[in-house]
């Protein structure tokens, strides 16, 4: 197996650990991620002189040179899969993609295939990241199974990390379309009241809690004020339906992008997601909110209501800046239609 070879010069002052030195000196061109540098590091593939390093937190000095073998990034265990992908935009480094809603991402024991990732494989062919050894679509986000829109996914390394390095600081922009029960509305006392809300100008609900694990159901993902992940999500309402207003149409921007964040931050401040199995709840609609078609469609209704619309990013590779749109998938589109008639 070909294998590459990288001779790297400790720059001045340098950080205390051997991964962080190398993390900082080894060139951008080489595309190494600290995670895989900290692997090659413990695989005896970086040397000094003919030392093998294994230790991460070795000290380095200002001025050494250490060899770091790479080597060639081994085939995916995962297979190709001819599944149909709808392609929005696609160049050497990157593909955009509209992900119907019933789809997995990535293969996981629940779910070893038919997933984006297989489809993918099957439509790169051999043009893959070798991010982490193993050549693989570069997934650096991701949506929930029976959530519909939007997916930026890397082809080469250097987009990898690029597009990685954005969606870590939160300069990707996202933004979802979402039905919930309910009209959230700033002027609202109750809502006010709930802790991690907050009112911002044009109308828009902010939501600022920690995310973590629910303590007794593993599968689901709680709001907790102590330990957990920083998540904050903004909302604003496009548009009510109902006589009085029952349901509401949510434009929901993501400052983080944490497991869930949209559907268990909605249920948080009472007003869950039409269709959410786990967090939405078993909301019923008055009688006379909306019509007897309406209502039935609402009950119907057999995932959550929540499309990724709007993505952009800068370009990891020319820099320039990309935004794309996918419209509503053609269940929510309908679903729409009859609560507006």
Partial sequence: MASTVLQVTIGAAPPPRL??????DVPDAAALSRTRLARLIAEGHVLRGSEPLTDPKARVAEGEVLRITVPEAEDSHIGPEDIPLEIVFEDADLVVVNKPAGMVVHPAPGSPGGTLVNALLHHFGGDLSGVGGAKRPGIVHRIDKDTSGLLVVAKSDRAHHGLAAQFEK????????????????TGDPRLRGIRGVSAEPGAVICVTTQLARHKTDRQRQAVFFGPGRHAVTRARVLERFGTPPALALLECRLETGRTHQIRVHMAHIGHGLVGDPVYGGRRK?????????????????????????????????????????????????????????
């Fill in 285 to 341: 609609l008055a009688a006379t909110a909306v019509s007897t078609d309406a209502a039935e469609a609402v009950r119907g209704f057999g995932r959550q209501a929540l499309h990724a619309a709007e993505l952009g990013f800068a370009h990891p590779v020319s820099g320039d800046w990309m935004a794309f749109e996918a419209d509503l998938p053609g269940d929510m589109a309908a679903l729409l239609d009859t609560l507006r008639a």
């Fill in 19 to 24: 991964d962080k030195a190398l993390a900082r």
């Fill in 170 to 185: 939160h300069t990707a922009a996202r933004s979802y379309r979402a039905l919930c029960y309910g009209v959230p509305d």
